[in-house]
Each structure stands twice: as structure tokens, then as C-alpha cells.
């Protein structure tokens, strides 16, 4: 059964060690979801790791969506956090909607995971 946000939080107040692994394809996806592990996350280190750049900052929205449909297809029922690649959510509070929302309607994510401070925070707040 997938975990949720609260079986999460239930996990950290009961100090029970929560396992996590991070994926970029269907068959490591389904690897870890053979195995029970709790979350995947599907970084944007998949540009480097998958795709051959020398750094993330050349990863696109739609790479991102690329791998995170193959994990989801490797492991539907594991908990999936997508990873916004840079220019995804910077330029504003709308593109940060609409690339979230992508992670999750295209590619069935729970979660979104973004990089950044202060200047970042109304983004944050579309998670929660």
C-alpha cells in the first residue's frame, strides 16, 4: 500500500526509519518497489546520471516528466517526489503551479521537491 504524508509523519514521531532511494527508471523503479522501499524521488541528477549532461542546469521540465512516467510505471504504488529542475519555478509563482501540477497530473508524483530560500517560499506552500 502506498504511504502517505501521515503515515510519514506518524513514522518520524514514532522514530521509525523511513527508507528512500532515488530513481530515474522504470526498472530500478520497480526494483525498489519490490523491495518496500517507502519514496522514491526522481531527480534532476537524472540529467547527468540518464542523459549525459555535464551538470542539472541543462534538465527540462519535460526530461523531468519523462523519467518521473517511467517511475511511475516501475512503482505505482510507492510514494513518488518529483524534483523541479532549475527555470522550472524561479520565474514565478504561476510557472512553479504549473510544473508542479505537470508532476503530478502527467506523471502521478505525490510530492514535489524545489531548491531554494526565502525568495522561494510562496512556491513551498503548494505542497503542504
Known amino acids: 500500500m502506498k504511504k502517505t504524508i501521515r503515515d510519514f509523519r506518524f513514522m518520524k514521531r514514532k522514530n521509525i526509519p523511513i527508507c528512500w ?11 525498489a518497489e519490490s523491495v518496500g522501499i517507502d519514496m ?5 541528477s537524472g540529467g547527468m546520471v540518464q542523459l549525459g549532461y555535464e551538470t542539472t ?3 527540462q ?9 517511467a517511475v511511475h510505471r516501475g512503482a505505482p504504488k510507492t510514494f513518488l517526489v518529483g524534483d523541479m529542475p532549475q527555470g522550472s519555478y524561479e520565474v514565478s509563482d504561476s510557472a512553479a503551479v504549473s510544473n ?7 506523471a502521478s508524483c505525490d ?4 531548491e531554494g530560500g526565502r525568495r522561494h517560499h510562496l512556491a513551498c506552500k503548494i505542497h503542504r
Not at 522514491?40 to 534532476?44: A, E, F, P, T
Not at 510530492?111 to 524545489?114: E, G, P, R, T, V
Open 100 to 106: 508542479a501540477l505537470r508532476f503530478i497530473k502527467e
Open 21 to 31: 532511494i532515488t530513481a530515474y527508471d522504470y526498472p530500478l523503479a520497480l526494483c
Open 57 to 59: 542546469n541543462a534538465v
Open 111 to 114: 510530492a514535489i521537491k524545489l
Open 40 to 44: 522514491i524521488l526522481i531527480g534532476d
Open 61 to 69: 521540465m519535460d526530461e523531468m516528466i519523462y523519467m518521473a512516467k
